[in-house]
């Protein structure tokens, strides 16, 4: 069973630039979600899809960043314009569903290294 | 607000050595607690989870323990081995509203194992 896929692996861009991250996730998850891990923290979740419906985005700074799931399969990240302090991994994770009484696991991806220089 | 704490930050231990990974948590109303592994430039790999209804979970040399009440687990690997360094986070899932869980993580603890 392949994981979930995230591209690019590595970006390096100049504050006020524009950047997109895109994520494929594992096969019939219908819950997506983007996490930023700076340095030396834990992950914080950004924003959570239940197929191509936002369930949660209270903690995605919604001045600059953007995310989309409009097939309710992959997803893309946009932050337009970055700051320095964007620089980050964005990890992207999927699960089969959080509805009901079950919470699944969540699958991670290997992230995107930002550097906002 | 959640918040979940890991101590220690970092620790370094010679080979062979039993270690205990310590977790804290303000709200004890958690729907599950689940530790992962994370390795340099890769993602998550989820070592094992507690439910809340659960005391311990053991895989291999890996054991994991929940005081719900009290608001603190443990990760306890034994016979600690080089290919166990990395870092090891925590992570309590509640429910953030209707039908919806929500993960939130410590921030870590780097684990060195030196041969």
């Known amino acids: 069973e392949a994981g979930v896929a995230q591209s690019p692996r590595y970006k390096i861009i100049e504050k006020r630039q524009s950047v997109a991250f895109w994520c494929n996730p594992i096969s019939g998850h219908a819950t997506l979600y983007w996490y930023q891990q700076i340095l030396g923290q834990g992950p914080k979740l950004l924003i959570q899809?239940?197929?191509?419906?936002?369930?949660?985005d209270s903690q995605l700074p919604k001045d600059r960043f953007s995310a989309e799931r409009l097939k309710g399969v992959d997803s893309t990240l946009k932050i337009q314009p970055a700051k320095l302090e964007d620089s980050a991994v964005y990890l992207c994770a999927s699960s089969l569903s959080t509805s009901g009484s079950i919470a699944k696991t969540q699958y991670f991806g290997p992230g995107t290294r930002l550097l906002v220089l | 607000k959640q918040e979940v704490t890991q101590i220690p930050a970092a620790l370094s231990v010679p080979e062979g050595e039993n270690l205990v990974l310590n977790c804290s948590f303000t709200d004890s109303a958690i729907y599950n607690l689940q530790w992962f592994r994370q390795d340099p430039g890769k993602g998550l790999t989820s070592l094992l989870l507690?439910?809340?209804?659960?005391r311990e979970q053991t895989s291999g040399r890996l054991n994991a323990s929940l005081d719900k009440s009290s608001g603190r687990s443990t990760l306890y690997i034994a016979a600690s081995q080089p290919g166990d360094s990395a870092t090891y986070l925590c992570?309590?899932?509640?429910?953030?509203?209707?039908?919806?869980?929500?993960?939130?993580f410590g921030k870590g603890t780097l684990l060195t194992v030196n041969p």
């Open positions: 507690i439910q809340s209804s659960q």
């Open positions: 992570a309590v899932r509640a429910r953030s509203g209707g039908s919806n869980y929500k993960l939130t």
């Open positions: 899809f239940q197929n191509n419906g936002v369930v949660d």
